[in-house]
């Protein structure tokens, strides 16, 4: 029975074969797939640059698209006060959508001698010694990035958007973010830069004060404009006469790199490195809020990012919609000194008066904003702040830049502001615009934690992440 069985198989397998093989005699299909491939994508980064000196051409500091190997953005070996340099970077990624950053690493401000003339003015001047930072010549380079369009020249804020400015000590040793999942300078948050598309840095930096000259920030030049650096400045003015002989055979140093990562293999990547906020329940989930608005109106902010300012946080107090029984609202400012300038409201309108009374100008003590903010939320007897059992506290800090105010110690001052004013029972969120800021700072020792901080690419971004701030999730 079983070989019967075992018989009856093997037939059916062999007419199974030929059958199969008469099949293919008569309707034939053939599809090949040949010389399939997996390969690595990749980014390979190139950069460009145009430079200027004086208005003149900088064959030294400028070269065709290129891998970065000798190339210099700088060396100039003999400024003088109000001598300028006017640089447009170009970028380009082949072949995959990439992330991109730019970090500056600060090796050297340094006094080299102390010349007679220099002691005058220097009087710590006590070269040479192993202090590579010394020097008086960092604080007195003024530097500013800015979106181009490839004309060598800065137009409007409104068409060419500044994202990096400062002095050299505090522009040539940090990181800006060009592009990854949070930010781009160049367009849309959160999208890759495009490897079919060039992208355009624009750089000055002056021995001096650097200015933007009017006519030229009203005028929509356009890439193939007749104006150039060589007989415009390229958008700048820089003024070296508030100079002395302080800075004489001081010597600056900076390293610059550029990193790009393929967006597709990391879409969450971050210049920074720190995660994105975590969700958490805006204040407005509190109905009986105590909130202070502390802004930065510091020197950094311009005019128009000042009324952006502005216009976001007067949407967060309509938002917010302060009332008797309802959520109270003052606010601080800061510069080089802080300012204490509306006491907790319920009027909605006196808070709007007094966001729009604000200008900008000065330094940046983020401490004292902190401070005053505290101060007011401390319940001193003045029956300003309620009980906060039944109106819990907050302070909303939004700033540009990093505290430089008081000097030698701004960081650590500010840190412990915060920290004292969570010490009192005070929930501090951060909002950090542009690239300017050190999001590590702020998200470590001013917020009270990464979900307290919120990164906004620049001012236009803020209405939307204070808004959000001062709705409650149905």
């Not at 079983?2 to 018989?7: T, V």
């Not at 080299?112 to 007195?140: R, V």
């Not at 990854?180 to 750089?203: C, H, M, V, W």
């Not at 509190?286 to 128009?304: A, F, N, P």
Request: aromatic residues 8%.
């Amino acid at each position: 029975m079983m070989k019967r069985l075992l018989l009856s198989l093997a037939i059916i397998a062999g007419v199974s074969a030929l059958v199969l093989r008469f099949s293919g005699a008569f309707l034939s299909d053939t599809e090949i797939s040949s010389d399939n491939v997996l390969e690595a994508g990749e980014v390979d980064l190139q950069i460009d640059n145009e430079s200027f000196y004086n208005g003149d051409p900088s064959p030294d500091t400028s070269w065709g698209l290129n891998d970065l190997t000798s190339q210099l953005f700088f060396n100039f070996t003999d400024l003088k006060p109000g001598d300028y340099g006017e640089d447009t970077i170009s970028i380009h990624g082949d072949t995959n959508p990439y992330w991109a950053c730019m970090d500056f690493a600060l090796t050297k401000d340094d006094d080299i001698s102390c010349t007679e003339p220099e002691l005058l003015d220097d009087h710590s001047c006590d070269e040479p010694n192993g202090d590579l930072f010394d020097g008086e010549l960092g604080k007195n380079l003024l530097f500013m990035f800015w979106v181009d369009d490839g004309d060598n020249v800065l137009e409007s804020d409104e068409l060419e958007k500044i994202f990096h400015k400062g002095s050299a000590p505090t522009v040539l040793d940090s990181q800006v973010t060009l592009a990854d999942a949070a930010t781009n300078i160049f367009g849309t948050n959160g999208q890759p830069l495009e490897p079919s598309r060039t992208y355009y840095i624009g750089k000055a930096w002056c021995f001096g004060s650097l200015l933007q000259p009017l006519p030229l920030q009203q005028n929509n030049l356009g890439p193939d404009s007749p104006i150039t650096p060589a007989n415009s400045t390229g958008g700048i003015y820089c003024d070296g006469s508030i100079l002395n002989n302080a800075t004489q055979t001081d010597a600056l140093m900076t390293d610059i790199t550029f990193n790009a990562l393929q967006a597709r293999h990391d879409p969450n990547f971050t210049c920074s490195g720190q995660p994105g906020p975590s969700p958490t329940p805006p204040i407005a989930c509190s109905e009986k809020v105590d909130t202070m608005l502390v802004l930065d109106r510091s020197g950094s902010i311009s005019s128009s990012e000042l009324t952006d300012l502005k216009n976001a946080a007067n949407a967060f107090v309509t938002t917010l919609a302060p009332s008797t029984d309802g959520a109270h609202i003052g606010m601080s400012s800061f510069a080089t000194t802080g300012t204490l300038n509306l006491h907790l409201t319920a009027t909605e309108a006196d808070v709007h008066t007094a966001i729009n009374a604000i200008t900008s100008g000065g330094f940046t003590n983020l401490k004292e904003g902190i401070d005053l903010a505290k101060i007011e939320l401390d319940n001193p007897g003045d029956n300003h702040d309620r009980a906060d059992a039944d109106s819990p506290d907050f302070i909303i800090i939004i700033t540009d830049g990093n505290p430089n105010r008081p000097e030698g110690t701004a960081e650590t001052d500010a840190a412990n502001s915060a920290d004292n004013a969570r010490a009192a029972g005070v929930e501090v969120f951060v909002v950090g615009v542009g690239s300017d800021v050190d999001a590590t700072y702020l998200t470590t020792e001013i917020a009270d934690d990464a979900s307290h901080y919120f990164a906004a690419a620049d001012f236009d971004d803020l209405q939307a992440i204070l808004e959000g701030l001062a709705t409650c999730p149905e």
